[in-house]
C-alpha cells in the first residue's frame, strides 16, 4: 500500500510569507503528527491530529498551526515565516492513537526560508 | 523534564565488529521507548520498540529503568547497517502518539 505521501518536496518562501504543507497519511490511518528537524534542534514534535481534532501539541509559537480532514489528510500551516523556519517537516501517520503505537513517516517538506 | 540523550554523533566501527549504541533518558512516568532508523535516501522506520522485545535485523535493545538506557546493540555489525539512529520515547498510558527523539547517531560501518 502507498505510503505517507508529503508535498510539496521543497519549498522557497521568503520572510514574512506563510506556507501550507500538505500530508495524505496510509490508507486507513487515522493519527497524523508532525514533526519539524533541523540540524541544530533534531527531531521536534509539533502537533498531532486524530479524527480531525488536534490531540497533543509541542512547544512552537502560535505561528504554527494545522487541520486534519474528514479523510484523515492532514496540512499544516506556518504564518509570518521566519529564517529559522528554515528545516525539514516531517509527517507521520499512525493506524491509532496512543503511546506505542509505530509510527509511519513521509518523506518530507523541505522549507527554506530566505 | 522530558529527555532523550544520544551521546555520540557518530559511531564508526569495521565490519564483523560488536555495536552499542548509546541512548539515556529522561521521563517522570512510564516510557515507551524505541528505535527508529534512516537510511541513506529512506524515509524514518521504525526500528524496534522495547515492548515487542523483537530482535530486528540483529539488533536488540533492552529498557534499563535503573540506568534509564535502552541502548541498541548488534554482536556484528554489517555494512548495510550503516545509518542514522534515532532513540525515542513515549509516555506509556499517553493519548496520543507524539514522540520524543533524540539528537541522533550515524553508524558507519566499514569493510
Not at chain 1, 62 to 73: A, I, V, Y
Amino acid at each position: 500500500k502507498a505510503g505517507v505521501t508529503q508535498t510539496p518536496r521543497y519549498l522557497i518562501k521568503t520572510r514574512g510569507q506563510q506556507v501550507t504543507l500538505s500530508c495524505s497519511p496510509i490508507s486507513g490511518h487515522r493519527s497524523v503528527s508532525w514533526y519539524q528537524q533541523t540540524p541544530g534542534q533534531g527531531l521536534q514534535f509539533l502537533f498531532e491530529y486524530f479524527s480531525e481534532t488536534q490531540r497533543n501539541k509541542g512547544n512552537f509559537p502560535g505561528r504554527f498551526s494545522g487541520r486534519q480532514f474528514s479523510n484523515s489528510r492532514s496540512e499544516m500551516n506556518v504564518s509570518t515565516l521566519e529564517l529559522g523556519d528554515s528545516a525539514l517537516y516531517l509527517c507521520a501517520s499512525s493506524l491509532r492513537q496512543g503511546s506505542g503505537t509505530e509510527a509511519f513517516f513521509g518523506q518530507g517538506t523541505r522549507l527554506t526560508v530566505v | 523534564a522530558q529527555r532523550v540523550t544520544q551521546p555520540e554523533k557518530l559511531l564508526s566501527v569495521f565490519k564483523g565488529a560488536p555495536v552499542e549504541l548509546k541512548c539515556n533518558y529522561s521521563y517522570s512516568g512510564s516510557p515507551e521507548l524505541f528505535w527508529y532508523v534512516q537510511y541513506s535516501r529512506q524515509r524514518l522506520q521504525l526500528l524496534l520498540r522495547h515492548i515487542s522485545r523483537e530482535s530486528i535485523k540483529g539488533f536488540t535493545a533492552d529498557l534499563n529503568k535503573g540506568e534509564t538506557s535502552f541502548h541498541l546493540k548488534k554482536p556484528f555489525a554489517q555494512e548495510e547497517d550503516s545509518a542514522m539512529y534515532y532513540c525515542a520515547l513515549s509516555g506509556r498510558g499517553q493519548a496520543g502518539t507524539a514522540l520524543i527523539f533524540g539528537k541522533g547517531t550515524t553508524l558507519s560501518v566499514s569493510s
